[in-house]
């Protein structure tokens, strides 16, 4: 598995970004990095992903570093509504498995 | 942008009874679709790789007469939770992956699955 690592918790004030770390360091050349997150009780949300350039869309940005073996998706301005689960995949083979992922808290 | 749903979103059983969850994409076709389940304050995890028109692929651990799984059109797949007992309660997702690349996979609301 490629496997990633994240910070299971964290915190971020309501108009701050959020800056949401991952680890993929066995990553491989031709293997994308996703991001999904997944408010209580729902089904997973895409975010974004990426392979080895930085993405911008309407809600995040992915920068992934040089070397591929970590990355940081950037929430701009966090709102309340940001508060979630996310999950940061390496898609191995057409095959996404999900980490512990990080849980986002935004606090007022 | 792509949309999933399932069917039922909320389920209440009684044990030893059968479940079928229904997993549709609404504006595209899936060559693939992929079931998940996820207890309380875990991750998801992958049960099985449902691919239209041949047999389904499980993951390990997960039992294939239990959860009989039915990729019939390029718009439906279907979960059947078997005989269910108490501890097959759980929060069913599944997801579908576009034509042949599914390098992105779009997420159903999930189904909860109470066995009493």
């Known amino acids: 598995d490629a496997k990633t690592t994240q910070p299971p918790s964290m915190d971020c004030a309501e108009g701050r970004a959020a800056n949401l770390p991952c680890n993929h360091s066995?990553?491989?050349?031709?293997?994308?990095v996703y991001w999904y997150r997944q408010i209580h009780s729902q089904g997973p949300q895409y975010i974004i992903h990426g392979l080895k350039n930085n993405e911008t869309n309407e809600m995040a940005s992915l920068i992934i570093t040089e070397d591929r073996k970590s990355s940081t998706l950037i929430l701009p301005h966090a709102t309340l509504r940001d508060t979630a689960v996310y999950y940061c995949i390496v898609n191995r083979n057409n095959d996404m498995r999900f980490g512990a992922g990080t849980r986002l808290t935004v606090k007022p | 942008g792509a949309v999933v749903s399932q069917h039922p979103s909320r389920v209440i059983c009684k044990s030893g009874t059968s479940v079928k969850i229904e997993c549709r994409s609404l504006?595209?076709?899936?060559?693939?679709m992929f079931w998940y389940r996820q207890f309380p304050k875990q991750s998801l995890m992958l049960m099985a790789t449902?691919?239209?028109?041949?047999?389904?692929?499980?993951e390990q651990g997960v039992e294939k007469d239990k959860f009989l799984i039915n990729h019939a059109s390029l718009t439906l797949s279907t979960l059947t939770v078997t005989s269910a007992h108490p501890e097959d309660s759980s929060f069913y997702i599944c997801?579908?992956?576009?034509?042949?690349?599914?390098?992105?996979?779009?997420f159903g609301p999930g189904t909860r699955l109470t066995v009493l």
């Open positions: 997801s579908a992956a576009p034509g042949q690349s599914f390098n992105e996979q779009f």
């Open positions: 449902s691919n239209e028109g041949s047999k389904a692929t499980y």
């Open positions: 066995t990553i491989s050349g031709n293997e994308y």
């Open positions: 504006d595209f076709q899936a060559t693939t």
